[in-house]
């Protein structure tokens, strides 16, 4: 994984392979949404690599003895951006059974341009977890970070964003509306086209997931 403090890229050789599977445009949904749920295990196994652990006691067939275990009293709150984010949550659960679950969905209002909030779902013990807020596409950066801002008001003890792909444009203006929010990504992608898609890209992550085009 390649560390910077606020970027992060996922270099592992089985997400660099299972990313450019899903890029090709002769994968279909059935295993793009296969390859999508076995991403984000390996991305939820990365993003992870800093929980902190406690001793305990306990008693093996053999003997006793301090063994680590996960140090939060609660575990975290996974947050999907609807819809697409709804393909990281299955594998990052199954990494992390015990996580909750929040959704927020935003649509672009067409004339005036601003983020509109359509649904915002949270568990209330939120501002007892730590929060991976999850969306496979960082593209302009407009919903993300607007997305950032509201999970903000319910004060997770931090926050993590994790995405699959990223433009330099989206990660430019992440940064500057959240320098304190680490992304996660296993690509940092070309540039923006005029239509606002990831070049090279995947295409639409949420019809190829759904199957909806
Ligand atoms: N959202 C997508 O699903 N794909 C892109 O390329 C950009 C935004």
């Known amino acids: ?18 990313l450019t599977l899903m890029r090709r445009v002769d994968t279909h949904t059935q295993d793009f949404r296969r390859l999508m749920k076995e991403i984000s295990l390996l991305l939820a196994y990365e993003v992870t690599r800093d929980l902190a652990l406690k001793k305990e006691l306990i008693q093996t067939p053999i003997a006793t003895t301090q063994a680590p275990v996960l140090a939060a009293e609660k575990n975290m709150v996974i947050v999907s951006i609807m819809r697409a984010g709804q393909g990281l949550l299955d594998g990052m659960l199954e990494l992390i059974p015990t996580a909750k679950v929040g959704h927020i969905g935003l649509y672009r209002e067409p004339t005036t341009l601003t983020v509109v909030e359509y649904y915002l779902k949270l ?17 302009t950066g407009n919903s993300a970070v607007a997305a950032v801002e509201r999970l903000k008001e319910a004060n997770p003890l931090s926050i993590k964003f994790v995405c699959l792909l990223a433009a330099p444009e989206g990660i430019a203006q992440f940064q500057e509306q959240h320098p304190d929010v680490p992304i996660y990504t296993a690509s940092v992608d070309e540039r923006l086209d005029e239509h606002g898609y990831i070049v090279p890209g995947l295409g639409d992550a949420g019809d190829r997931l759904f199957g909806t085009k």
């Open 123 to 139: 568990p209330n013990d939120t501002d007892q977890r730590d929060m991976l807020v999850v969306d496979p596409m960082l593209a």
């Open 1 to 18: 994984m390649i560390m910077t403090p606020n970027l992060q890229l996922i270099q592992h050789p089985l997400v660099q392979h299972k």
